[in-house]
């Protein structure tokens, strides 16, 4: 019997999860409740129901057709009965513009490998693949190993996204159907990584050990948050644990914050606690991986959203992306 496991979206052509031309799974579900996260929608393992103000035309065909009775539509807006809604689906099959969604659909492991290799020609001629991210593809361990060992069989590169938060035997039955880590590292101070994280460092550092020991090539990433990863301290110690404990360790990414997510927050009635804080400055970021660089780091690369700075074009608070 394959397993079932549950996916929010299958991204393609992806171009800064791994190399080449990719096909990124973000998988339902994860351990860690980072204060800025980015994906909000894929914290929670469950199948949610979300609605999007901006798409609904008010017909009240969700309304009608709820079979729980979960419905209303308000002047504020589509209010859900979260005790009452089953996440069956029915109102997003009766909605005509695509306004109620369920964010997280069911996959068999078979289902979604088969999904994947629709793609299988663009990873052969860009050297791509699938990159296994979320949430967090640990979390659902079982149905991700077989998804990655269904690509293997076919031949396709696969690059595992993790924070690097799960048990060591997870991490190991994975490791041999994984030929790229992308391992979260994003702050060292202990205390810092439990506030911010909701989870403790010291996993995350064990983990780091195991896909050393693995030799697998490995990709550091950092996410660069304002007042919570940003100082060069924090940077600094990164680099030091890099070179000193993970020879396997390819290149040291850093990715500036963006406060994209914050429609996200609102499909979940939640506000971006980040929401005022303004994006990292192309200094910032350039700083921050040439110290990266001064620790001993040889391939440091930033990305993301930033901010430029008046003396680079005098346009204050214009957000651009840039690939350093
Ligand atoms: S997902 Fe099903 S139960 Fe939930 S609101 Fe829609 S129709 Fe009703
Ligand atoms: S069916 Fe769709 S468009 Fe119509 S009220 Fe419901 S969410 Fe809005």
């Known amino acids: 019997m394959t397993t079932s496991g549950i996916i929010t979206n299958i991204q393609r052509c992806s171009t800064e999860d791994g190399p080449g031309i990719r096909t990124t799974v973000f998988f339902k579900g994860c351990p860690m409740s980072c204060s800025w996260c980015h994906n909000i929608e894929t914290i929670n393992p469950e199948s949610t129901l979300v609605w999007y103000k901006v798409k609904c035309i008010g017909d009240q065909a969700c309304v009608r057709i709820c079979p729980e009775d979960a419905l209303t539509l308000t002047p504020d807006g589509l209010k859900i009965d979260r005790e009452r809604c089953v996440v069956c689906g029915t109102c997003e099959e009766a909605c005509p513009t695509g306004a109620v969604k369920v964010m997280g659909k069911s996959w068999t492991s078979v289902d979604l490998v088969q999904e994947l290799l629709k793609d299988k020609v663009f990873f052969e001629t860009s050297n791509g693949g699938v990159t296994l991210s979320g949430g967090e593809a640990t979390f659902q361990s079982k149905f991700a190993l077989e998804v990655a060992k269904g690509l293997k069989d076919e031949g396709v590169h696969v690059a595992l996204d993790t924070c690097g938060y799960c048990s060591e035997k997870v991490l190991w039955d994975l490791l041999p159907y994984v030929d790229l880590i992308l391992y979260d590292l994003k702050i060292m101070d202990p205390q810092k990584h439990k506030e911010y994280t909701g989870v403790p460092l010291d996993t995350v550092l064990t983990n ?81 991986a040439q110290v990266a660089r001064e620790e001993g780091l040889s391939n440091v690369v930033w990305s993301g959203m930033t901010k430029r700075s008046k003396k680079m074009n005098n346009m204050e608070n214009q957000e651009i992306e840039t690939c350093g």
């Open 208 to 288: 780091a050990h195991i896909v050393a020991e693995s030799g697998k090539p490995t990709w550091i990433r950092t996410p660069i948050i304002p007042e919570h990863t940003d100082d060069e301290e924090n940077i600094r110690a990164i680099a030091r644990f890099v070179l000193q404990h993970l020879p396997n360790v390819e290149r040291y990414d850093l990715l500036a914050f963006n406060r994209m997510c914050i429609d996200k927050y609102e499909l979940f009635d939640l506000e971006y606690p980040l929401k005022d804080y303004d994006l990292v400055s192309v200094e910032t970021m350039e700083n921050l």
